[in-house]
Every structure is written in C-alpha cells, then in structure tokens.
C-alpha cells in the first residue's frame, strides 16, 4: 500500500515529503515502531511521543504523523522522512488504523451499546439472540474481545483505535456477521470510536458516574460524549425511561426508536415497552417473565433475575426486532442466556440458590439485594468484602447495606492489594454492627463461599459479590488465580459426591 490510500477523512497537512511512500503498517508507541509504519505522535498526559521521533526514524520508520508545528521538532525529523500535521493524533490513529485493517467493520451488521448500567449485559443478551438464530457474532467489551471461542482480556472497555480495528479484521477473517461493541464515553472522548459509524446504536440509561480528573470534569460533559453515539448510526434506540432522555436524544441525527418498561412510562408512550412482569424461581430457573408490546410483540422468559434486566432485555429485544429475527429464537437466547459474572446463577436448586455478581460499591449492591428480595427467599446471604488501597467511605455504606438489607452477611477478602484483609474487614464491621444485622468474618474468600453453600438453608438465596468474572485475587501487587464461579462449583460437587 502507499500512504496516498490511507487518508480517506483525514484531514491533514503535508509538511514535506511525498504521499506515495509505501507503507504497511501503523504504530503509536515508539518501542514497537518498526520499518514500513506510519507513526502517530500523540501529546499525552503523561508521556509525549512527540520526543521519541529520533528512536522511530532510527528504526526505519518513514512516515510520521505529528500534532505540533514542524519548526519545534526540526532538529528531531530527517529531510527524507514523509511528515504530516494533523489536528489530533488519536483521531488520525483511529481513521489510519481503520484504513489499515482494509475498513473491516463496514463488512459487518454492527451494533454499538452505551450507557451508565447495562451495557456488558445488554451486549451478551444480543450476542446470546443472534447466536440463538444461528449467525456468528464477535463482541467488544468489559470482558473482553469474543472471537468465536476466543476471549481475548482488554485493557479499557473500549480498547485503543488500533486494537479495535485489528479485532474487526479477525472478526471478518473468522466469519463473523455482526459485531456488537459497548461504546464507553471515554472511548469517543479520546477519538477510539472516530470514523465508525455504526448500523445500530443503543443507550440503555445514564446517571453521575466516570466523573474526575482522569475522566470527565463534570456529568454535562460525561452526557454530552454519552450522547454522541446517537450522531454515529444509522438507527438509534434509547430508553425512554431515563430522565435525562431529553439531553440524550437533543444532537441524535440517527432514525430514533424508544423503549421502557411499563412501570417507568407513566403517560409516556415508548416504541416498544415491556409489561406484565413477573418474578419467577423454580428448581432449575431463577429470572422473570414479562410481556413486549408495541411496534414488536412477544413474550419474554428471562433467565437472568431483576426488573433492571428486564430493562436491558427489553432493549435488546427491541434492538433484534430490526433484524428480522425469528420470536422463537429471540426467546430461546434469553431464557438460556448467562452472563459471567452479572446476576449468573450458578446453581438453583429446591433447596438454594447461588449467584455471582459484580457489585462492588453501594448503589449496586443496594440494586442487587433490592432485586434478590422480589424472590422472597427465606434467607438472603451476601457474601462480600472491599478493594484494598481505595476510599473507605465505599466500606462503610456496604457494610451499612448488608446490615440493613441481608439477612446474613460473611465479610471476606476482595482484592485486598496491598492492605491486610482483616484491617478491611475491621472497617466494614464497623459499620455494620450500626444497623444491628447479623454477619461473620471469614477471611479466605474460598472459605466464605463453603461456608455460605455448607450451612445454607432451604429456601436460602446466596449473593457472591465483589468479584464477578474477575479471574484473580490480587495480594500485594500479585495477581493469584480466583474465580467465584469456580469454588462455588466446586464446593456443590464435594456436597453431592
């Protein structure tokens, strides 16, 4: 390839050099620049690669894409070597990367999933429909990149410009029809998400969160790069319910659907809206039923439990009546869909129910147990502890949760990092000694899980909270493989052996 045909919507200057120089790759990060790349300077918080110019062009590199004027870096870069100035480095990444890649996403049906809450289950549920009808899909997200049977772990939610682009041509290459993303704020915020422009577009909810120095300044800004994925489809569905629907939607250029559960209308009128829900737990299910109506009709048998799940698969519903999906098979993916470490059940039985979840601070820990309480268990066991090196204030309003909303509480070791897990410990039963409730101390995690599954009780219902799909524990800096799933599991199999 030449240069010349990679800077399709790229606006740029041409500084000195020539557009037909051949090239073959991309890079962003000089220890991996090697000959036959374009290389991007960016000017980072923290590190600008504007300095590393001299150890590229030593490494062969011809082509470099700069953000600063020419005249501060002349001493750095050759005669010889092809410069252009753009306006911003990571957007010419993310358009150069996709130019590189062969534009992969456009050979896909793609579906980009924003929102506060709900966007990792919402994508599973959509993957778990259309694999129910028998397409392939891959997915971008919180848990990694799915490839088939491939799970490749990510860094942020919404990986780099590069990694996104290279993972598309893999979803291409293994047959994939569609891809379907969660779309963070902080992804279109630092251009990851720049010259895609995705078939469907949905917005499950917002509310004050990634608010800070290293995020967003404050939630007008965190709406306002929330909202931008309504300008970057074709077909946008947004949740009717949420109260700042009118800001969400105020910039949409995209054909605009609604959806919201019933309870949450009122008067207002959505596309498509779920009614009649019903929470059901049998032997062998733990979720709820719930009836579509609208612009599509159909009834739904969740296998997740909770009235915000049914938000989630409403939308995902919604979203896969455009795709011309059999009824039959949209409800076979939902009554069997699980998600790792998201409401999972891992074990229902006559006698108890375990599941895993990821709450890890207050209001989702309050959501959770609120939720679990539809079920009417006789108990409500939480198991949980509290991340190492982090606020404390998180401890305490969890402990002051469990007290109030579980029935019993066994206070463990999360992520403990570099603290003690009883000095974490210490924190939470302080508080929850306040609200009167009733809870033990057990340190080792693996041990606090027995001993909630060893001593259940009929009709119990067990929260393992914290964790989620988390495959470690991390101690003093050392990441130590753990997975709820697992002893869980384990401990059921010693149980009926």
């Not at 994925?229 to 949420?242: A, E, H, Q, S, Y």
């Not at 268990?377 to 991340?387: A, E, H, K, S, T």
């Not at 340190?443 to 009780?457: G, L």
Request: hydrophobic share 40%.
């Amino acid at each position: 390839m030449v240069l010349s045909d990679w800077l399709e919507g790229l606006d740029y200057e041409l500084l000195q050099g020539s557009l037909e120089v051949q090239v073959s790759d991309v890079s962003y990060d000089s220890r991996k620049a090697k000959e036959g790349d374009v290389f991007v300077c960016m000017t980072g918080t923290r590190v600008d690669s504007h300095l590393f110019i001299p150890q590229v062009e030593e490494a062969g590199v011809r082509v470099i894409v700069i953000e600063r004027p020419l005249k501060e870096l002349l001493k750095a870069v050759s005669p010889q070597v092809t410069v252009l100035r753009v306006k911003d480095g990571r957007r010419a990444l993310a358009l150069l990367s996709a130019a590189r890649f062969g534009y992969p996403a456009r050979k896909m049906i793609t579906v980009g999933v924003t929102g506060t809450k709900g966007k990792t289950t919402t994508t599973h549920m959509i993957k778990a429909i259309l694999e129910a009808a028998g397409k392939k899909v891959g997915m971008i997200g919180t848990n990694g990149t799915v490839i088939g049977g491939r799970v490749t772990p990510n860094l942020n939610t919404t990986p780099e410009s590069y990694q996104l682009h290279q993972a598309f041509a893999d979803m291409v290459e293994a047959g994939c029809e569609y891809m379907i993303m969660e779309v963070s704020s902080q992804g279109i915020k630092m251009h990851r998400t720049d010259g895609l422009f995705f078939d469907y577009g949905l917005f499950t909810n917002i509310s004050p969160d990634h608010i800070g120095p290293d995020e967003h300044a404050d939630f007008a800004e965190y709406l306002y790069y929330k909202s931008r994925l309504m300008t970057m489809c074709k077909v946008g569905l947004v949740n009717r319910g949420d109260e700042h629907y009118e800001g969400i939607v105020k910039d949409a250029s995209c054909r605009l659907y609604t959806y919201c559960v019933a309870e949450e209308t009122g008067d207002v009128k959505a596309d498509f809206v779920a009614r009649n829900i019903r929470y059901v737990a049998e032997d062998s299910f733990v979720g709820t039923e719930f009836d579509v109506k609208g612009q599509f009709e159909m009834d739904v048998r969740l296998g997740i439990p909770g009235l915000f799940n049914v938000d989630n698969a409403l939308a995902a519903v919604s979203l896969c009546s455009f795709l011309g999906l059999d009824r039959e098979r949209i409800g076979h993916g939902l009554e069997h869909i699980r998600v790792d470490g998201r409401m999972e059940i891992v074990h229902a039985s006559r006698k108890f129910t375990v599941l895993v979840d990821y709450a890890h601070n207050a209001v989702s820990m309050e959501s959770l147990l609120g939720t679990l309480r539809n079920y009417n268990p006789r108990r409500l066991v939480v198991v949980f502890g509290c991340g190492g090196n982090r606020s404390k204030d998180r401890r305490y309003s969890m402990g002051e949760i469990g007290g109030r909303m579980a029935d019993l509480s066994i206070l463990t070791a999360d992520n403990s990092r570099y603290e003690k897990p009883e000095d974490i410990i210490a924190d939470i039963r302080s508080s929850i000694e306040k609200t009167g409730g009733n809870y033990v101390e057990i340190p080792d995690r693996r041990e606090a899980i027995a001993y909630s599954i060893r001593n259940a009780q009929e009709g119990d219902m067990i929260a393992v909270i914290g964790k989620g799909h988390e495959d470690y524990q991390e101690i003093c800096g050392v990441r130590h493989h753990f997975l709820d799933k697992e002893v869980i599991l384990e401990v059921i199999n010693q149980l009926e052996a």
